[in-house]
């Protein structure tokens, strides 16, 4: 059985999707937040995982604060570490660590778009595309092998929220399944690329694609 710690910062629907996913030869071992108030919390505890905040604020250092949260999360012997929402820069040291088994999710067709405000950015360079991204993480923010992407269509009369609600449709069918390649061991990162075949790809693009003959 693999472990999996997923660190959250807020509701955790993502984190909730990969819960509900129940993955085979995985548990959800622990769920960890930076904030005492991340709504994800309750919701895993009433599930009966075990849950832990680490208040990034307590800590007088990025190093303090990446240094505890690395004995929280290796108590619990991690296969794989997921970042759901978890809104906290993390330091090489750190992230150099979980190389290889330390997945993110951005809601952006990376390159484009790393960093935050990815939806009103999107909209306003008029892309046509828009979607969500599951990476491997490496000390470069929102870089790293990409093992996920999702694309959703723009439309004439979307809004950064309304946009941001069809990705994180997306987002949720999506993380679970980069997360159940994961557990069967199906993916491979080979010269800093995830390797294999198209990878995990979803879409909701809307309009369907007309089929002319
Ligand atoms: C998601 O859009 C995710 O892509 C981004 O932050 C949001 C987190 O949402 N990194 P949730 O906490 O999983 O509901």
């Not at 710690?5 to 548990?27: H, Y």
């Not at 809104?87 to 090489?92: A, C, D, K, T, V």
Request: proline share 6%; net charge neutral.
């Amino acid at each position: 059985m693999k472990n999996i710690v997923i660190l959250i910062s807020g509701r955790g629907s993502n984190m909730q999707a990969i819960v509900e996913a129940a993955v085979p030869g995985a548990r959800v071992a622990a769920v960890i937040a930076n904030r005492p108030d991340a709504a994800g919390l309750a919701w895993a505890a009433e599930r009966g995982i075990a849950t832990a905040a680490l208040d990034h604020k307590a800590y007088a250092s990025r190093g303090a604060f990446d240094a505890a949260l690395a004995g929280a999360i290796d108590a619990h012997a991690p296969d794989l570490v997921v970042l759901a929402g978890f809104m906290r820069i993390l330091g090489e040291g750190f992230t150099r660590r979980y190389e290889g088994r330390m997945m993110n999710i951005h809601p952006s067709l990376l390159p484009a778009f790393p960093g935050l405000h990815t939806h009103e950015r999107a909209l306003e360079m008029g892309c046509k595309l828009a979607g969500c991204t599951v990476h491997f993480v490496t000390a470069e923010l929102d870089h790293g092998p990409i093992v996920a992407q999702g694309a959703v269509s723009v439309l004439d009369d979307d809004t950064p929220d309304s946009l941001a609600a069809r990705v994180l449709t997306l987002e949720h069918q999506l993380y679970p399944e980069a997360v159940r390649r994961f557990v069967a061991g199906e993916i491979a990162v080979v010269g800093g690329k995830v390797a294999g075949g198209p990878g995990v790809v979803a879409s909701l693009l809307s309009p369907a694609p007309s089929s002319k003959a």
